[in-house]
């Protein structure tokens, strides 16, 4: 295995403490699942080292039953599952809201985001060994290894959507134990939300009767208005985002291309939380005619990305490229970052658009 710094150094980093980096677009394009040491970090403490022999996740059922397991428990006592799914953060692609006006928040390019194949069991499955029943209007408050301004990391989710069969306590990233920056020894997995609900370090999960009061929870990743700024905002009447919105971006060509007169191959992916891509169209000419693009998806994947391409027939000169794409309740995206601009940056999901130069 590569070292930590071996891996920083294939990524475009925003930040060493925390650790966040990004991978360059046309390496994120170039496989359907995303090799660890080119999946999006995002952290907002330290990376702790924990030790795989002596590590224990406490289970809290909330019914007076408290479960301590081992690595070698939940590997040995559970069903092993699968899941292939897309991980995105809710600042992904945050750099076109700050061309817009300043916001708060390392300057994500379209590659907060991944899919792996992730390998653990269902944290509903532990959930009912607890004592737990499906159906009641409860919460699974997470609670990590890693310390966040001397607290740890803590998150929760809707107890429907923590015994979703999706919904998975990870060990492993495409049939290889989790990187120590992925998560290790255990991370949960909740497909279609923010990377946020699925903490890494995992080292304890309650249910309970309202969502974390942990600040990640409670006072952050929340989408407010246009109007509403880092001094005027409430927590308490920002949306929780949860459940990731539509979005595509363009990964090929990069931003700035040169690139030779005529057919030209334009690669990139679509995404949406819960719903599947239907259509993605494509512009060479900022939106003013559109081509619909071919689309490749894995149909036993429903919370996955959708990998897009097209060639467009580009005369000499500059061109802006653009991509929107459709999902299957017929929602597309909205034109411009200023239609969604906050001043966290969050949920980014106006068209993405490239300028490239062609020449001969």
Known sequence: MSSLSE????????????YNAEPP???????????AEDFYVRSHGDLPDLDPETWRLTVEGGAGVTLELSLHDLRTRFPEATVTATMQCAGNRRADM?????????????GAIGTAEWTGVR???????????????????????????GHPYGASIPLGKAMAPETLLAYAMNGEALLPEHGF????????YAGVRSPKWLRRL????????????????????S?????????????????????????????????????????GYAVSGDRAIVRVDVSGN???????????????????????????????????????????????????????????????????????????
């Open 206 to 225: 309650a249910v309970q009767d309202h969502p974390s009061d942990n600040s990640i929870q409670a006072d952050d990743y929340k989408l407010y208005p």
């Open 185 to 192: 020894p255990v991370r949960a997995v909740v497909p279609g």
């Open 25 to 35: 677009l046309g390496r994120l394009r170039a496989s359907y699942r995303t090799p």
């Open 286 to 360: 900022g939106g003013r005619s559109w081509l619909q693009a071919d689309l490749e998806h894995e149909p036993d994947a429903p919370f996955a990305w959708t990998f897009w391409s097209v060639e467009l027939d580009l005369p000499s000169g500059e061109h802006e490229l653009a991509v929107r794409a459709w999902d299957a309740a017929s929602q597309t995206q909205p034109a411009l970052p200023d239609d969604t601009w906050n001043h966290k940056g969050y949920l980014c999901t106006c068209w993405h658009r490239v300028r490239v130069r062609v020449t001969g």
């Open 123 to 149: 944290l509903g499955d532990l959930l009912r060994e607890a004592g737990v029943a499906d159906g009641a209007d409860l919460h699974v408050a997470f609670e990590s290894h890693d310390m966040v301004e």
């Open 227 to 267: 109007d509403v700024t880092a001094e005027t905002a409430d927590p308490t009447k920002g949306h929780t985002i949860d459940t990731m919105p539509l979005n595509a971006a363009i990964c090929e060509p990069e931003r700035g291309a040169a690139l030779t007169a005529g057919r030209n191959r334009v690669r």
């Open 98 to 110: 700050r061309a817009v006006a300043p916001v708060s928040g390392d300057p994500w390019d379209a």
């Open 7 to 18: 891996r920083k150094a294939r990524l475009i980093l925003h930040g060493d403490q925390p």
